[in-house]
């Protein structure tokens, strides 16, 4: 069992930036990947960015250059920085990391970016 807590939801205005922080606990040392998604309302839960155990990205197009995913194996911590950010990027954030089949995802931490 792998349990995820995601902090630092916040209030920015457009071009501001924020960053998320997912703390893991339990059997981390399964841990390979981790990723982070989110979810607007009345859409669908989307993949924001990933990161490998061995340091590799991916990132959705609509937050290349705006945002980095980062994690700190020591610390069982994945990290999200965002800048520059819009209107669009508001959305409920989800800390995810898959393990043996199982996935496995934090509570949500609320990021809302007003105009």
């Known amino acids: 069992q792998v349990q995820l807590v995601e902090s630092g939801r916040g209030l920015v205005q457009t071009g501001g930036s924020l960053r998320l922080s997912c703390a893991a606990s339990?059997?981390?040392?399964?841990?390979?990947?981790m990723a982070w998604y989110r979810q607007a309302p009345g859409k669908q839960r989307e993949l924001v960015a990933r990161?490998?155990?061995?340091?590799?990205?991916y990132y959705t197009n609509s937050v290349k250059g705006r945002f980095s995913i980062s994690r700190d194996d020591a610390k069982n911590a994945v990290y999200l920085q965002m800048s520059t950010l819009i209107p669009e990027d508001t959305a409920l954030y989800y800390c995810?990391?898959?393990?043996?089949?199982?996935?496995?995802w934090g509570p949500g931490t609320q990021v809302t970016v007003s105009s």
């Open positions: 995810n990391a898959p393990v043996f089949g199982n996935n496995y």
């Open positions: 990161i490998s155990s061995g340091g590799a990205t």
């Open positions: 339990g059997d981390t040392f399964n841990i390979k990947s």
